[in-house]
């Protein structure tokens, strides 16, 4: 059997070895020559499995160890017999930690509290639920939109696009890129999205960048139509519109998701959906060596301090998303390094928080983020 594995996917080498020849490539060298006697692609988004990628291809089987799966061509795979899979969900609590940083940030740089402030929760799949938790936990309210969902489930828990715009301090988009169809998402924040805004909110893209149009994005910017904008998503990645940079508070890589967890959770339903394929017997498979920050260890002291301070203490002990904005507006010609070489970040399960003067009830909030907290 051949693999063909994108070199930026940690963890995996030495998985699928014993099983036949294994070829680690860079996304963007992965071509039809390469992948003609290939019987699995294991990949990310930088690789557009399309007919042009698998015509005339051995190829039965992608995975791509990602939420996202708008780079598969999935009715072409359908029509040419290839099984394809991907992650759901093996990043949303990266996303979430990264949501956190990012609206702790804002609220401390912008002098607000985030507890009672109304945030728009845009697409309430596997990362805008948590990030609806997170935010229930910190006594925000919440309002969902998922129209996919409410024509499931109903519509009680559910609101509708518009009434986001119209109450919302704050807007966050978790959404798929979808071109066409009722649910379609390309461009949802236009410029009628942000005309129509009525509370001046904070915007946030982590899903894809073209759901946020660059042009409509800076003009209401530059109009006060938003008090905010956070961007990890971008069009034309990674040829990053450098005005829209220049103009946002908080600008990332597209690495919302880029914790070592969630590359480690992408990884393993890779390898495990390729093992359930081809019946290698690996169906429970583990990286090994996941690694880990410098500090784990926390200590809290509340004396004399808010709950959203201690709040935001620890979580930027644990992501600081002002380091990773620096990095970009540094080098913003460096976006696909940035992305490749990103530091370790671990989610609040491997920190261990002591503590002195920090209320109950805050300790039991930090406890069900899933900080450990020790007595």
Same mark, same amino acid.
């Given at each position: 059997?051949?693999f ?41 988004t ?7 990628l ?37 990043n949303?609590?990266?996303?979430e ?42 006594? &925000? ?37 979808? &071109? ?7 461009? &949802?924040?236009?410029?009628?999205f ?63 998701g ?83 070489d ?28 899933g ?5």
């Open positions: 059997m051949k063909i594995i994108d070199d930026k996917i940690p963890y995996i080498k030495g998985a699928l070895e014993p099983f036949g020849d294994v070829i680690y490539l860079p996304g963007p060298k992965t071509t039809p020559e390469i992948v003609q006697d290939a019987d699995a692609i294991v990949t990310r930088r690789t557009i499995c399309n007919e042009s698998l015509g005339n291809s051995s190829v039965k089987m992608i995975a791509t160890a990602t939420i996202g799966y708008d780079h598969i061509d999935t009715e072409y795979c359908k029509q040419a017999g290839i099984e394809w899979t991907n992650a759901p969900g093996c949303s609590k990266s996303v930690q990264y949501v956190l940083s990012a609206l702790l940030v804002l609220a401390e740089q912008k002098g607000f509290e985030l507890k009672g402030k109304t945030i728009g929760i845009v697409g309430v799949g596997q990362v805008g639920s948590k990030v609806a938790r997170v935010c229930e936990l910190l006594g &925000m309210n919440v309002l969902l939109n998922d129209p996919p969902r409410e024509r499931a489930e109903g519509p009680e828990q559910f609101v509708s696009f518009q009434h986001i715009i119209a109450k919302a301090d704050i807007i966050t988009f978790h959404v798929p890129l979808t &071109m066409q169809g009722e649910d379609a998402t390309f461009h &949802m924040a236009d410029t009628l942000f005309e129509s805004l009525q509370q001046c909110p904070i915007v946030l893209n982590t899903c894809r960048g073209e759901v946020v149009d660059t042009f409509a994005a800076e003009t209401a910017i530059e109009r006060g139509q938003v008090s905010g904008m956070v961007m990890d998503c971008w069009e034309r990645e990674p040829q990053i519109d450098r005005n829209l940079l220049q103009l946002v508070d908080l600008a990332t890589p597209h690495i919302a880029y914790s070592k967890d969630g590359k480690a959770n992408g990884t393993t339903m890779s390898v495990q959906a390729i093992s359930r394929f081809f019946n290698l017997g690996i169906d429970d498979w583990q990286p090994q060596g996941v690694d880990l920050p410098e500090q784990t260890k926390i200590h809290l002291n509340g004396l004399n301090r808010t709950e959203e301070a201690i709040i935001r203490e620890a979580v930027l002990f644990t992501y600081d998303i002002r380091e990773d904005d620096q990095r970009l507006r540094a080098q913003p010609e460096l976006f696909e390094q940035l992305r490749g990103y530091p370790v970040r671990r989610e609040y399960p491997v920190f261990h928080i002591t503590h002195e003067g920090v209320d109950e009830k805050i300790l039991e909030k930090l406890s069900k983020l900080f450990n907290i020790e007595n």
